[in-house]
T-cell receptor, first 115, second 113 residues
Framework: DAGITQSPRYKITETGRQVTLMCHQT?????MFWYRQDLGHGLRLIYY???????DKGEVPDGYVVSRSKTENFPLTLESATRSQTSVYFC??????????????FGPGTRLTVL | QKEVEQNSGPLSVPEGAIASLNCTYS??????FFWYRQYSGKSPELIMS????GDKEDGRFTAQLNKASQYVSLLIRDSQPSDSATYLC?????????????FGSGTQLTVLP
């Protein structure tokens, strides 16, 4: 049972490059989320998705793009990476509203460094 | 703007003591409350969820919720060195279909042997 996975786990890139972080879950959860975690800020929501082809902005969406063509995948793209996007990125998922829980389950994270 | 505040710590307790972690939230209509534990370099993992006023116990962990005071706490009894981690309080917003979580910035706990 793989649960929720993220790739790559570590990434170093340069300012201005496009980077895509992948998230895959095997639970068929309806909701998926992308967070970034920085010292002093806790977890901040970037984007979320309620289902395939339904996405919405979170607290800090600028500079990021998401898509969700399949329920199990939720990639996050940094269109032109900036140093301020250096962070640890976590993907999370949870069942739909009828799933009996609103607990979010987190992937292992991707540590991104933008030089 | 919805806010979740945690005592900033770091918090140190001796092994075997009770660790008390506190969290306040600004949205009076919040419905669900969570405590996550995060070891250094790892992802958050759920410890407790609580939905109703009062106490909820699970092993050495007790979550306490007081909606009138907009306050949720986590008590760890018989603290162990393996409990050393950052504890994140998360609150489910009251409205919106996605029922997003708002996280506090975390309290770092160290249990001293």
């Amino acid at each position: 049972d793989a649960g929720i996975t993220q790739s790559p786990r570590y990434k170093i890139t340069e300012t201005g490059r496009q980077v895509t972080l992948m998230c895959h879950q095997t639970w068929s959860h309806s909701y998926m989320f992308w967070y970034r975690q920085d010292l002093g800020h806790g977890l901040r929501l970037i984007y979320y998705s309620a289902a395939a082809d339904i996405t919405d902005k979170g607290e800090v969406p600028d500079g990021y793009v998401v898509s969700r063509s399949k329920t199990e995948n939720f990639p996050l793209t940094l269109e032109s990476a900036t140093r301020s996007q250096t962070s640890v990125y976590f993907c999370a998922s949870r069942p739909g509203l009828a799933g009996g829980t609103d607990t979010q389950y987190f992937g292992p994270g991707t540590r991104l460094t933008v030089l | 703007q919805k806010e979740v505040e945690q005592n900033s710590g770091p918090l140190s307790v001796p092994e075997g003591a009770i660790a008390s972690l506190n969290c306040t939230y600004s949205d009076r209509g919040s419905q669900s409350f969570f405590w996550y534990r995060q070891y250094s370099g790892k992802s958050p993992e759920l410890i407790m969820s609580i939905y109703s006023n009062g106490d909820k116990e699970d092993g050495r962990f007790t979550a306490q919720l007081n909606k009138a005071s907009q306050y949720v706490s986590l008590l760890i009894r018989d603290s162990q060195p393996s409990d050393s981690a950052t504890y994140l309080c998360a609150v489910n917003e009251a409205s919106g279909s996605a029922r997003q979580l708002t996280f506090g910035s975390g309290t770092q706990l160290t249990v001293l042997p």
